[in-house]
């Protein structure tokens, strides 16, 4: 699965979903030196995206891995930043209904079975 992220990150550097999805392999495997890595560079990518051009998506997605790195707090305020960005009613209600109360848990994603991780075989 690392090798076929890799093969990724080569085709699509800035793509930050990618190195999302390799810091959650190394996390599945124990590996949380490699995990917090990657979710760095994920975040840096998000980062750089969301200043050239907040989007609501990517800030989600973004503070997701705020949750992960620095904890409910820092996500509470990831979340705070994005109601000074997207003030509408809509955007307020979703973030406070939907998002304000999730506690994002790596261990409930799936992008194929624990297995396919120890032996190297692709994700399905």
Known sequence: ALTYID?????????????FVEGWIHDMQGDSLNARAAYVNSLEIY????EEAPDFSNMINRAMIVQI?????????????????????????EIEQ?????????????????ADLRDGSPIH
């Open 98 to 114: 939907l998002w304000r109360g999730y506690v994002f848990k790596k261990e409930d994603m799936s992008f194929g079975t624990n």
């Open 47 to 50: 980062d750089s995206l969301t």
């Open 69 to 93: 790195l620095y904890g409910k707090e820092a996500y509470g305020k990831a979340l705070d930043e994005m109601q000074s960005i997207f003030t509408s009613p809509q955007d307020t209600l």
């Open 7 to 19: 093969s990724l990150h080569i085709e699509f550097p800035n793509d930050p979903q990618f190195y």
